[in-house]
């Protein structure tokens, strides 16, 4: 009995692990899929979790800001003076399966985000606000080159 009680608490988390894991494998940009690590695709679950981000409806402009805080954590995207670490942020996307001029573009924006927002992020800040400029900024950004036509 109870390993079906645990069983059903369980249920709502993974239902919500495999609707985000289905989002991020149907994910494209400019109609070339993003092909989302499994490691990677496991810090985006887990810090959808935390925040109590079950769904692509969820991520709403107030939990972006703590979901980028969560990822940029996790992944150990953090330089010696506890800032956005730009080298291994970009290389990031360096490492994925996109065309080329694709990822450069990327690169572009996002390393233009961080040069602009990167120095006034707090890894300390426990409301996020601090994330908030580079997160629109990121967010922005890949919604302006990714969009479909």
């Avoid at 769904?55 to 940029?72: G, N, Q, R, V, W």
């Avoid at 150990?76 to 290389?91: F, R, S, T, W």
Wanted: hydrophobic residues 35%; glycine residues 4%; contains cysteine.
């Amino acid at each position: 009995m109870w390993k079906k009680l645990i069983l059903l608490a369980f249920i709502p988390i993974i239902s919500c692990s495999e609707e985000l894991r289905k989002a991020m494998d149907d994910a494209k940009c400019k109609g070339h899929d993003l092909n989302v690590s499994e490691k990677r695709k496991a810090v985006i679950v887990d810090c959808s979790m935390q925040l109590g981000i079950k769904s692509k409806s969820d991520f709403t402009p107030e939990k972006l800001p703590c979901f980028s805080k969560c990822l940029i954590e996790k992944q150990g995207l953090v330089d010696e003076n506890g800032k956005p670490h730009k080298e291994k942020i970009l290389q990031i996307q360096s490492d994925s399966k996109l065309p080329e001029e694709l990822k450069a573009e990327i690169r572009k924006l996002m390393g233009d985000c961080l040069d602009e927002h990167g120095s006034k992020i707090q890894m300390d800040d426990k409301t996020c606000k601090s994330f908030e400029p580079l997160t629109m900024c990121v967010h922005k950004s890949y919604m302006t080159l990714c969009k479909e036509k």
